[in-house]
């Protein structure tokens, strides 16, 4: 059996559609050791609106989960807003299993995301 090279973890930001997007997406998977980059990158962002794209991110471990749970309460005691765009189903079923999926405005795609929170 081939050895597949799991795809090294990085966090690229980028505007959105205007300057309320702040858009971050999020390549590999977030687990202890690439939590606190991710974290620092999500807690940075000071647009209104930050949508997390998570699509090409393959896992979640429980520190990404806590995470992104400290990203919402911030975003929240802010008045400002977080969405997740997950199409992996990996990820989506760790949302799913530890209940935070329901702290987050999930969305298909970027564009769905930016057209909701308008």
Known sequence: MAHMQAEPFQVAARAGANA?????????????????AFL???????AP???IGLSETFSVDSMAVGALERV???RNKSGRTLALV????????VLKITGVDLLFEIYPAV???????R
């Open 72 to 74: 919402s309460v911030s």
């Open 86 to 93: 997950p199409t992996n189903h990996r990820v989506i079923n």
């Open 40 to 46: 620092e990158a999500a807690l940075a962002a000071s």
């Open 49 to 51: 609106a930050l949508i």
């Open 111 to 117: 564009p769905e995301a930016e057209s909701a929170l």
């Open 20 to 36: 309320r997007f702040h858009i971050l997406t999020v390549r590999g998977a977030i687990t202890t050791l690439t939590s606190p």
